[in-house]
């Protein structure tokens, strides 16, 4: 019997639901930490960005509106088609980390019981960040969380499975829609994501991920008027680079969470952070009924 | 060259030779003069090469503009726009807010070129008219039984007139295309000229609605007979029938104004109408006019662009090109 070839993956972007490739045609090698060849990946350019906000855009009116019981069931889904690759994120990981296979495997454990603790804070965020307020006058008054639209998340460049699922996750409870801009070395966990999301009832556009260079893509989301906020995890250690996108963010008020100075330690628990960030307190005052 | 020339479109220099001397032969009186001699010319138009306007368009559609040049076709672009609103929920409130617009497309930027016109239904010119007054912003009125045609001669008269008194400087009429797919070229030429009649000084756009002629073969025959009749622009689409303006029908009537044009010595505009919604879509058309009409059409005179949602897109892309930030359309107007 002949030897078999090996394939060598090549691979594409993920916006609208769909993988294509990057308009800017390029890809770039993925090696794991001693430097061997794991697969190739695609280097989005600004065009692919603003076709990803356009996506995003799209799909905000239906995820948003989705009932949060919806938006939990659908995430909840993602969490089991995580576990079913699990194996290949674990790969993944060790590979791209450098870690052993039980630490890898503890990481994307992790990754997934993070996934399903956010999944079911869709239906609980309204009843801890809303509120029912006293007023003097015959009114009900109350304060309802929603979501603040099309989130640009830059996703943390160490931990590529559970940094990038402890910036994405929250974004998506409240009915945020996000393009996310992974690890630049570390990408493949992110293409794994992608293709788990495309694969479970997560709509097309709710989450559209580009690979490539931060600098690439980075300044134009920070500098776009369609998305509202933008949390720089990913520029985290990088000062220079994180002011620069704050003052782009700022010409429209986007929310920005800023980036640490150091990528955190994100084993240790979330909070709700993460989640409040990314929403818009509405108040309304409704007449008592006669 | 498989019979096509390449700078000229689909049209073969043989066949532009051989139009030519049929119409100076058999003179435009004459064609016009009865049923079976309009017909005869009609039939006798040389047939549309399908495969070649659609390849001819999509060549054509995948020019890259890029920079002063794409800067250059935006502000055309929006300078050609006949800014439409035909919805049964149309109101008054909403026609003098899209009057605003036209005048002044983006408030933040009054470098930005005011459109061409602003297209209603009948009842809404005089609340135009009054908004747009001494802008110079043109008013166009849909007529003739907007969208289907279907009524009589003497209510299309009517329904024209009454625009016109209203105050529209530019009617755009329906062709009545049962009558044409049914072969009865004559009543429609017939209509055309009485309608064209009916609007004195106006501008009569006639609209084909190319969207329900099923060949490009009827295109031609239908700009021909719209052009024969005394339209001053040709119309793709009512905008309610899908498909609406294409490129291969635009294409098509742009060949047959600028052969109009060589043989009478009277330019006709075209203007593509319905399915237009973003910059590249725009500037894919003004593409295809400068390569088959000519620079001669490159001008809100001769050119125009029926839509409502692409004025936004192309302020959107302006505003990218001088900010160099992508927009966002929270910062422009609903319409």
């Not at chain 2, 003179?27 to 309009?38: E, G, K, M, P, W």
Request: proline share 4%; aromatic share 6%.
């Amino acid at each position: 019997m002949s030897e078999r070839l090996a394939v060598k993956k090549t691979y594409k972007l993920y916006i609208g639901g769909k993988f294509p490739r990057s308009e800017s045609g390029r890809s770039y090698q993925v090696t794991d930490t001693k430097g061997r060849f794991l697969a190739n990946a695609a280097h989005a350019s600004r065009k692919d960005a603003r076709d990803a906000v356009v996506a995003a855009r799209k799909a905000f009116a239906g995820w948003s509106r989705a009932t949060a019981y919806n938006r939990g069931q659908v995430l909840y889904r993602v969490a089991e088609v995580m576990e079913g690759r699990r194996a290949q994120f674990v790969d993944e990981v060790a590979a791209g980390e450098g870690l052993s296979r039980g630490k890898a495997e503890k990481a994307v454990d992790e990754s997934i019981d993070r996934w399903v603790w956010y999944a079911g804070w869709t239906d609980k965020i309204a009843q801890v960040v809303g509120s029912s307020n006293p007023v003097a006058g015959p009114y009900f008054d109350f304060s309802v969380p929603e979501p603040t639209g099309v989130v640009a998340v830059l996703a943390p460049q160490r931990s590529s499975l559970l940094g990038l699922v402890s910036v994405l996750a929250p974004v998506l409870v409240s009915g945020n829609t996000a393009v996310v801009a992974s690890s630049y070395e570390r990408p493949l966990p992110a293409i794994t994501l992608g293709e788990v999301l495309a694969t479970s009832d997560v709509p097309g556009g709710v989450v559209n991920i580009l690979t490539g260079r931060m600098g690439d893509t980075a300044p134009w989301l920070a500098a776009h008027m369609d998305v509202n906020a933008v949390d720089l995890a990913g520029a985290a250690g990088d000062d220079e680079h994180a002011r620069e996108l704050e003052l782009a963010a700022a010409e429209n008020l986007k929310r920005v969470v800023r980036a640490p100075a150091d990528e955190p330690d994100w084993t240790a628990e979330p909070g709700l952070d993460r989640i409040t960030s990314f929403l818009e307190t509405k108040t309304v005052w409704h007449p008592v009924g006669i | 060259m498989g019979g096509r020339d390449g700078d000229k479109g689909v049209l073969t220099q043989g066949t532009r030779l051989g139009l030519v001397t049929v119409l100076n032969e058999a003179h435009l009186a004459d064609v016009t003069s009865s049923q079976a001699s309009l017909r005869q010319f009609l039939l006798g138009l040389p047939s549309v090469d399908q495969v070649g306007a659609e390849a001819r368009a999509a060549t054509l559609a995948s020019r890259s503009i890029k920079t002063t040049a794409k800067q250059f076709a935006i502000d055309l672009a929006i300078s050609m726009i006949d800014l439409t609103t035909l919805e049964g929920q149309d109101t008054p409130g909403k026609v003098r807010a899209l009057c605003a617009k036209a005048q002044r497309p983006d408030p933040s930027d009054p470098s930005v070129p005011r459109v061409a016109a602003i297209c209603v239904y009948p009842d809404l010119v005089s609340t135009a008219e009054a908004a747009l007054r001494g802008s110079g912003v043109k008013v166009a009125s849909v007529a003739t039984g907007f969208p289907s045609g279907r009524t009589t001669l003497e209510v299309k008269q009517a329904d024209t007139r009454a625009a016109v008194a209203a105050g529209a400087d530019e009617v755009d009429m329906v062709i009545d295309r049962g009558a044409f797919l049914a072969g009865r070229y004559a009543q429609v030429f017939e209509e055309i000229s009485t309608v064209k009649q009916a609007c004195g000084s106006a501008h009569l756009k006639v609209i084909l609605e190319t969207g329900e002629l099923a060949t490009y073969d009827n295109v031609r025959r239908a700009s021909w007979l719209a052009m024969l009749a005394g339209a001053d622009f040709i119309k793709t689409s009512t905008g309610k029938v899908s498909p609406a303006a294409t490129l291969p029908v635009t294409l098509i009537m742009l060949e047959a104004v600028r052969d109009f044009l060589d043989i009478t010595g009277r330019q006709v505009g075209v203007k593509p109408a319905g399915g237009i919604r973003t910059t590249k879509d725009a500037i894919k058309y003004l593409v295809l006019v400068n390569e088959t009409a000519g620079a001669a059409w490159l001008s809100p005179d001769w050119f125009r662009i029926g839509a409502s949602s692409l004025l936004n897109d192309l302020l959107m892309q302006r505003q990218k090109m001088t900010t160099g930030r992508y927009a966002g359309p929270d910062y422009f107007t609903l319409d």
